[in-house]
């Protein structure tokens, strides 16, 4: 079965420190990846999407950035946090255009900018 | 441009009370639909989903939700609210065409004795 881990589940970083938040996916290949950030009241706002390997997408200009090395990876950066950054992030997964359209989703990092 | 609404931020509802909580969404056609519930400091679940067939679609722990496309709407029910039903609910899209979830505000839901 596919699982999806996204770790660190909480995490208190500093404003302009640099910020790496990883996501991996087991139990399927070519995956469509997300990077959602969720903020009180607010609902889910999409950060950036992947379909294959290198290939980001950017729904929302910021000071945020997202690589994808490998095919079931997936990372979410900043070199300098800003306290705007602090929320509640969620990785997630689906299987893609034509298949299943669900996301399924990670446990979520809690990032608190000081 | 494509929306999901959710015009609820919160509702209370009686433990053993009925629960209808609502979704609309602006689209040309008919999209996938889905309802996701969040626990506090977890990351979302899916409940049920609709792609095509049987309106009444049936999801995990006793909800429901109808697809009226004369509505443009995908109301989740529940005839029996449990005291462990309480958390946030989100309603989402998939248009046709594009790799992406759209998501609704969410409705937060709290469950009174």
């Known amino acids: 079965s596919q699982t999806i881990h996204q770790w660190p589940a909480t995490l208190v970083q500093p404003v302009g420190s640099p910020l790496s938040l990883e996501c991996t996916v087991e139990?399927?290949?070519?995956?469509?990846l997300y990077w959602y950030r969720q903020a009180a009241g607010r609902g889910l706002q999409l950060l950036f999407y992947s379909v294959g390997i290198g290939q980001i997408s950017s729904e929302v200009p910021q000071n945020l950035s997202a690589s994808r090395p490998q095919d079931r990876q997936f990372i979410l950066s900043s070199k300098k946090l800003l306290l705007s950054d602090s929320g509640f992030y969620l990785c997630?997964?689906?299987?893609?255009?034509?298949?299943?359209?669900?996301?399924?989703f990670g446990q979520g990092t809690r990032l608190t900018v000081v | 441009a494509q929306s999901v609404t959710q015009p609820d931020i919160h509702i209370t509802v009686s433990e053993g009370a009925s629960l209808e909580l609502r979704c609309n969404y602006s689209?040309?056609?008919?999209?996938?639909l889905f309802w996701y519930v969040q626990s506090p400091g977890q990351g979302l679940q899916l409940l049920l989903k609709y792609f095509s067939g049987d309106t009444l679609v049936q999801g995990i722990k006793g909800f429901e939700a109808e697809f009226k496309r004369s509505q443009s709407s995908f109301n989740l029910r529940k005839p029996s609210v449990h005291w462990s039903d309480a958390a946030e609910y989100f309603c989402?899209?998939?248009?046709?065409?594009?790799?992406?979830?759209?998501f609704g505000k969410g409705t937060m839901l709290l469950v009174s004795p």
């Open positions: 689209y040309g056609a008919t999209p996938y």
């Open positions: 997630a997964w689906s299987g893609g255009l034509g298949l299943s359209a669900e996301a399924f």
């Open positions: 989402a899209v998939a248009f046709p065409g594009y790799s992406t979830l759209t």
């Open positions: 139990g399927t290949s070519n995956p469509n």
